[in-house]
C-alpha cells in the first residue's frame, strides 16, 4: 500500500519556522522526484517546490523562493520543506506529492498567525 504521512505542521508566529516531513513507503521513492503542494482556504492548489530523485536540483515557486528549502533523505523515504521567515498568505494545507502526481499524502495544517 502506497503511503505517504506529512508532519510538522502547526500554528506559528509570522516570521517564525516550521519544517515539514513527509515519510514515504509502498513505492519506489528514490525513483520519483518529490514535490509540496499548499492550499490555502478558499483557494485553489499551489505548487511549492519540487526536487529531483538524488536531491541535487529543485525548483521553488516564486511566493517562496528564498525562504522554504527542500531535501530529501533517500535512506529514509522522507523529504522535508524547511519553511523559514514565515508570513500569515503561508497559511494552507500542506501536502507532499510525488512527481507526476500520482500518489498523495493527507496533508499537514500550517497556520502564521499573531
Known amino acids: 500500500e502506497v503511503q505517504l504521512v506529512e508532519s510538522g505542521g502547526g500554528v506559528v508566529q509570522p516570521g517564525g519556522s516550521l519544517r515539514l516531513s513527509c515519510a514515504a513507503s509502498g513505492f519506489a521513492f528514490s525513483s520519483y522526484d518529490m514535490m509540496w503542494v499548499r492550499q490555502a482556504p478558499g483557494k485553489g492548489p499551489e505548487w511549492v517546490s519540487v526536487i529531483d530523485t538524488r536531491g541535487i536540483g529543485a525548483d521553488y515557486a516564486a511566493s517562496v523562493k528564498g525562504r522554504f528549502t527542500i531535501s530529501r533523505d533517500n535512506a529514509k523515504n522522507t523529504v522535508y520543506l524547511q519553511m523559514n521567515s514565515l508570513k500569515p498568505e503561508d497559511t494552507a494545507l500542506y501536502y507532499c506529492?510525488?512527481?507526476?502526481?500520482?500518489?498523495w499524502g493527507q496533508g499537514t495544517q500550517v497556520t502564521v498567525s499573531s
Open positions: 506529492a510525488s512527481g507526476g502526481a500520482y500518489f
